[in-house]
């Protein structure tokens, strides 16, 4: 294998979820290069002396031949999407690419080298906690490439692709109220599972793009780039540069740079509004006042008659009225501007658990191909 160096130089650091850099003293998992060349791991088997002390997981360190194989040689036609790391394309592992390996669909993303946002620091970050992470509702990473420049990821194929695309589409039918609270319940049960790990995680980056769904609306959440260990010990807090995505952070976190799992349980808040409503956390097309949803929706979670005013036109009155109460209370606590008034994640899967609706979900439905990560978004720094 060639080598792939990863070069750290000084920049603008920006909260966005495709301007992900920090300094190599905040990274995370245990990602410590040198300070005089920041040299990390050049090729597989340094990957992988890097992750003997941690990984659970086998990778598979594809080489890129076989990925053009996988891909068919990255066919447009196979793109599932693309943003500020680069392109993902859909792909088939096949019973006669390597010994051993079973056929499987999945989707690989090609980081774009010079022209990402994300670096690779990101990408090892990804390579490490997915490696030591194994869960339902976290996406499962098959493997990785490191070869010359080149720098990738292979993970399990999520056939509906984001929560975001689903919901927001305006060519996929509604999601149906149960689907939406399944998708809640999923996703915090992954988050739930973060932060009770032995070694907690923070997820920093927690919002609609980053949850994949399978063909049963199986919630799974994705891209571990910007992931963090979580406190320990008596410390509150971890203290970072910023990143993220306006409108999913945390207030308290872009103040300070504070980050407590709490954080992560603001951004949970948020997306379950957005399940609530429809609406976008950010939608610059809306009125003024109605541009950010948490300012717009959360003086009115807390009134009974006013909140059904706010909840989804499209569902069109199909949903629980109790279930709708409880929910946008759980919203409300989330979105507390204490963050140790928030609840644990844990108590937000007990607070789903009731929620649920067992309903059938056809396999036989069409499936339309959506971006399986997020497209470019603007930066903190053109937000704020």
Known sequence: ??????????????????????????????????????????????????????AANPLIAFTFSELKIITGNFRQDHMLGGGGFGSVYKGFITEDLREGISPLAVAVKVHDGDNSYQGHREWLAEVIFLG???????????????????????????????????????????????????????????????????????YRDFKTSNILLDLDYNAKLSDFGLAKDGPVGDKSHVSTRIMGTYGYAAPEYILTGHLTPRSDVYSFGVVLLELLTGRKSLDKSRPAREQNLTDWALPMLKEKKKLLNIVDPRLEGDYPTKGVHKAAMLVYHCLNRNPKARPLMRDIVDSLEPLQVPEEVSAEKTIIEVSQFPAETKTKEDSL
């Not at 720098?151 to 509604?174: C, D, H, K, Q, T």
Request: net charge neutral; with cysteine; aromatic share 8%.
């Open 1 to 54: 294998m060639g080598n792939c160096w990863f070069r750290w130089e000084p920049s603008v650091y920006r909260v966005s979820s495709n301007a992900k850099s920090e300094s190599p003293k905040d990274q995370s998992p245990s990602v410590n290069p040198r300070e005089d060349d920041s040299k990390l791991p050049s090729n597989p088997e340094e990957v992988e002396i890097l992750r003997r002390d941690s």
């Open 132 to 202: 030591q992470l194994s869960h339902p509702n976290l996406v499962k990473l098959i493997g990785y490439c490191c070869e010359d420049e080149q720098r990738v990821l292979i993970y399990e194929y999520m056939a509906r692709g984001s929560v975001e695309n689903n919901l927001f589409s305006r060519v996929l039918l509604p999601m149906p109220w149960s689907i939406r609270m399944k998708i809640a319940f999923g996703a915090a049960k992954g988050l739930a599972f973060l932060h009770e790990a032995e070694k907690p995680v923070i």
